[in-house]
């Protein structure tokens, strides 16, 4: 498996400019998003108006301690948060961008080539620390990377990581090293379901959401796929990206995946293993937080974390999910929005919060003050973080992942077979592609 820096570098090289037909903003240019000069503002003073996430990573608390210490730092910059759904997100910065209603927004790794070429947030490459490139991790740094330029700050890295009840492996006659390969899991799985242990050992965020991509990542890398071929053209038709979609029907039809997976976002799957029923499941870093949370679970203490399991070739690549920063193209504060990113993604605040969210500085993961906190998603994670899987890094990134969502929904359901369903997915998506 490629690493990720280089395979984002690869597939943006290939990419097409987006089509004339694409949503154009006024004022701003559909070749690159303007410049961090313009309604710079004061640096020191204002008010920012910031959108973030409400599930996932750091909780609304975090943003809102965060900008506690950033106003004891700048008193006299106000700074007013919104979180909205993770599936709300990026229409939410699309439509807002025309009026200038943010002036910082919480980016996917999946977005930054479309919110380049349609100018929706700034270049700041000339804002970039040179120091970054070595003190930030790999794949935190190219999360809002495109065509060799920086459209935001990373915030955190991210992958989904592999939660498995050890109590539960433990009764069924296992052993954790018997689930470091999905098929170990699948015959644990059986086990448990045999004996009666737990009616669906797996649960995933299979819903027709970005969530069931990020699942379907995880395993086409760990059957040695990619997306895209050198020319950027999708190939999860292709035997790999068919042989994971087959294992994960497969794991519905033998009644070991929970059937409503397919309704299933993460909150979902985190209150099913948070119950008990579930042994099995992939999530994102602060579902260990919640796990082991009395107030919601109810296996607090039970439950491991792992890098995802490997493939048959030994492929074992997370998915990568990091988010960033970055500062709207009509933000006439973009001095005092920078400060504010700056600050809430330097590696002293990050640090204060490594139990929801993990750090994009590579010396956190040898600070064993910092480790402490939470050592078992702190190694899990660098494994993840060390060979991850990129979706497609393309400006039309959201078609191309509805069709993909539709047809892997279609074989999960048993509309279509797997080999159908990725023919269908590539032909629709390359013509979306080709423009």
């Known amino acids: 498996m490629r690493k990720a820096q280089h395979n984002l570098r690869r597939m943006t090289a290939a990419i097409a400019i987006a089509t004339a037909s694409a949503l154009a903003l006024s004022a701003c240019s559909v070749t690159g998003a303007p410049s961090s000069s313009g309604g710079a503002g004061d640096a020191d003073s204002g008010t920012i108006n910031a959108l973030f996430m409400k599930q996932a990573g750091y909780t609304e608390d975090n943003v809102k301690e965060m900008i506690d210490d950033f106003n004891e730092k700048y008193p006299d910059i106000t700074v007013n948060p919104t979180f909205v759904a ?164 497969n794991s519905i039809d033998d009644g070991l995946t929970n059937p409503n ?86 590696q002293s605040e990050q640090e204060k919060f490594v139990t929801s969210t993990l750090p994009s500085w590579k010396s956190s993961y040898d600070d064993p003050e910092i480790t402490k906190t939470n050592p078992d998603v702190f190694s899990a994670a660098q494994v993840g973080y060390a060979d991850g899987i990129l979706r497609p890094q393309v400006p039309n990134y959201s078609q191309v992942s509805q069709i993909i969502q539709v047809e892997l929904q279609n074989a999960l359901l048993g509309k279509k077979s797997p080999q159908q369903a990725m023919d269908d997915a590539v032909a629709a998506a390359n013509d979306v592609l080709n423009g």
């Open 261 to 346: 997976s397919t309704t299933f976002l993460e909150d979902d799957v985190n209150k099913t293993m948070a119950s008990g029923q579930a042994a099995f499941s992939l999530n994102w870093e602060s579902t260990f937080r919640d796990l082991n949370d009395e107030s919601i679970s109810d296996v607090v203490g039970q439950v491991g974390v792992s890098a995802t399991p490997s493939g048959p070739d030994g492929e074992r690549p997370g998915v990568n999910g990091a988010m960033a920063l970055g500062i709207a193209s009509k933000s006439k504060n973009k001095d005092a929005a920078w400060n504010f990113i700056t600050f809430i993604s330097s």
């Open 86 to 249: 993770y599936e709300a997100l990026h229409d939410k910065i699309v439509t807002a961008a025309p009026s200038g209603t943010y002036d910082v927004v919480l980016m996917d790794v999946i977005w930054p080539a479309e919110f380049a070429e349609k100018g929706i947030v700034t270049d700041v490459t000339d804002r970039f620390s040179d120091k970054w490139n070595d003190e930030m991790l790999g794949g935190a740094l190219i999360t809002a990377e495109y065509k060799d330029k920086f459209y935001g700050v990373p915030w955190y890295p991210s992958t989904k990581l592999f939660y498995y009840n050890k109590d539960m492996v433990e009764r069924a006659g296992y052993s954790e090293a018997d689930i470091e390969t999905w098929d170990g899991v699948l015959e644990v799985a059986q086990a448990m379901k045999d004996q009666g242990i737990v009616d669906y050992p797996l649960a995933w965020s299979w819903a027709q959401a970005e969530a069931l991509i990020c699942d379907y990542a995880q395993l086409l890398g760990a059957f040695g796929g990619e997306f895209t071929n050198d020319d950027g053209e999708l190939i999860i038709n292709e035997e790999p990206g068919v042989q994971a979609l087959t294992w994960m029907k």
